[in-house]
């Protein structure tokens, strides 16, 4: 059985850092396409950032400020979050899709894509 999860999340003040961990365990990973989304109260889920190989993705509201890693040997993936502001406020939750082949760029960004969610993890950014 595959499981996803997240650590990581807390409280911070705006212009704070945080780093998200994605543990995965029950399958091989290396082969897959691993991202992080978000949804805040009363929003729709929304896609922050992935990685695919060495290849990397991320929301325009995010660029600069966040990155995404992997380590192959520990199956995880982080998120590290700098100058987070209070639009970050959401819970954070990592997905996977195991094969990363025919997955378009497009394909990438899309909630719909991946098999597999972690519970998820709560951010909160105070002004």
């Known amino acids: 059985q595959v499981q996803l999860v997240e650590s990581g999340g807390g409280w911070v003040q705006a212009g704070g850092s945080l780093r998200l961990s994605c543990a995965a365990s029950g399958r091989t990973f290396s082969s897959s396409v691993m991202g992080w989304f978000r949804q805040a109260p009363g929003k729709e889920r929304e896609f922050v950032a992935a990685?695919?190989?060495?290849?990397?993705y991320y929301a325009d509201s995010v660029k600069g400020r966040l990155t995404i890693s992997r380590d192959y040997a520990k199956n995880t993936v982080y998120l590290q979050m700098n100058s987070l502001q209070p639009d970050g406020t959401a819970v954070y939750y990592c997905?996977?899709?195991?094969?990363?082949?025919?997955?378009?760029?497009?394909?990438?960004?899309?909630?719909?894509?991946?098999?597999?969610w972690g519970q998820g993890t709560q951010v909160t950014v105070s002004s």
């Open positions: 990685i695919r190989w060495s290849t990397t």
């Open positions: 997905a996977a899709r195991l094969s990363t082949f025919g997955i378009s760029n497009a394909q990438v960004l899309d909630a719909k894509t991946y098999d597999y």
